[in-house]
């Protein structure tokens, strides 16, 4: 056994299969013979070989369909096929080159020119399956080091959501919970995963601007005078700002900044219409009333689950997404849904 290459070698005449044998040992080759297309095909799929010589006049089963089974399968489609015939039609042999075949060497064949074209083709394969292996290589590591890079990313958006949430003890977790609702309406609406995990991220910062609002404001118990509900209503610009410089895959500024926006233009900080509106952030604004609604404010205890979606329903097509409200509703009147689970 070398190490050059295994070869199988396929003729239905013993004695040009003899002599090719004979040549192909000579150079150090590890080879196999068949003296027909079925013991070839056996041979082939129990032991896959580096590179075939083929003979094409060969009974019952000629050359063409050994070849054609060959490239059927799996174990065989990459090996490198020579056919080694008398035939020298040009349109035989492009019906060769159609079935798969790398080359035509013409009997009665030259050894030199044989064993040249052998060595060129092995030779190829063992490039093109080194190239695949250092590809594959070079994708594992990408894999590793994308994911490796998503986990900090996520880890380090955690972190200032949570920045946020000391400063406002009373919206605790409000962030988290959008998040957990926005991705369970994105996968409602069979987003793709992709773009799911940039909901998530948005969701979970979609406050990070109120890191720049007065704490007393945040915490102030009573109703806000106009002056600190503008304050207030700048959290989404002030969060856009923050998040602006940040290269995400996703466009995570831009959602934080739209998500108090309303289809009728009557939101906030721009008054988008709803053709202006990332559909992530329509999705973010509906989670994040329904979430508000639910839980309890310092100025008010909490209004319940039937008031929150009432409310969303009753302004579907007007404030909120229609498509997005459906799936809000769905989720928690049929899924069981729960902000807390």
């Known amino acids: ?6 070869i199988l070698a396929i003729d239905d005449t013993p004695a040009s299969l003899m002599l ?13 013979s068949a003296i027909s297309g079925e013991l070839a095909l056996r041979a082939a799929t129990s032991n896959p070989p580096d590179l075939v010589l083929l003979d094409i006049r060969m009974p019952e089963m000629d050359g063409y369909e050994v070849c054609r089974l060959l490239k059927a399968q799996p174990a065989t489609r990459d090996v490198p096929v020579i056919f080694v015939s008398a035939i020298s039609e040009t349109d035989e042999k492009v019906q060769g080159f159609e079935l798969g075949a790398v080359d035509f060497v013409t009997k009665p ?3 030199d020119e044989l064993l040249a074209r052998v060595r060129s083709h092995l030779e190829l394969n ?3 399956h080194h190239l695949e292996f250092l590809v594959e290589e070079r994708t594992v590591e990408l894999r590793a080091s994308e994911q490796k890079l998503r986990t900090n990313l996520f880890d380090s958006v955690t972190a200032l959501a949570a920045v946020v949430e000391m ?3 009373y919206t605790a977790g409000h962030q988290r919970r959008v998040a957990k609702a926005a991705v369970a309406m994105a996968k409602e609406l069979q987003l793709a995963d992709e773009r799911v995990e940039g909901i998530y991220l948005a969701g979970v910062v979609h406050d990070v601007g109120k890191i720049r609002v007065p704490a007393e404001i945040l915490i102030k118990p ?3 005078s106009e002056l600190e509900f503008a304050i207030i209503k700048e959290h989404s610009r002030n969060g856009f700002e923050i998040l602006k410089g940040i290269d995400f895959p996703w466009p995570i500024a831009q959602i934080v900044l739209q998500h108090h926006e309303r289809l009728d233009g009557s939101g906030y900080p721009q008054a988008l219409t709803s053709g202006q509106i990332l559909f992530e952030a329509k999705i973010i604004a509906v989670a994040d009333v329904v979430e508000s ?6 100025y008010r205890p909490s209004m319940g689950l039937d008031m929150a979606l009432s409310e969303v329903e009753l302004n579907k ?4 997404d229609p498509v997005v409200v459906e799936a809000c509703i769905t989720l928690f009147r049929e899924r069981g849904f729960n902000f807390l689970s």
Not at 293 to 298: D, G, I, L, T, Y
Request: charge should be positive; hydrophobic fraction near 30%.
């Open 1 to 6: 056994m070398t190490d050059k290459g295994k």
């Open 20 to 32: 090719l044998t004979n040549i192909l040992k000579a150079e150090g080759y590890d080879v196999r």
């Open 109 to 111: 064949f030259h050894r």
């Open 126 to 128: 063992r490039l093109r």
């Open 167 to 169: 400063r406002d003890p």
């Open 222 to 224: 009573g109703q806000l």
């Open 293 to 298: 609604m639910v839980s309890h404010r310092p």
């Open 317 to 320: 097509g007007k404030l909120y």
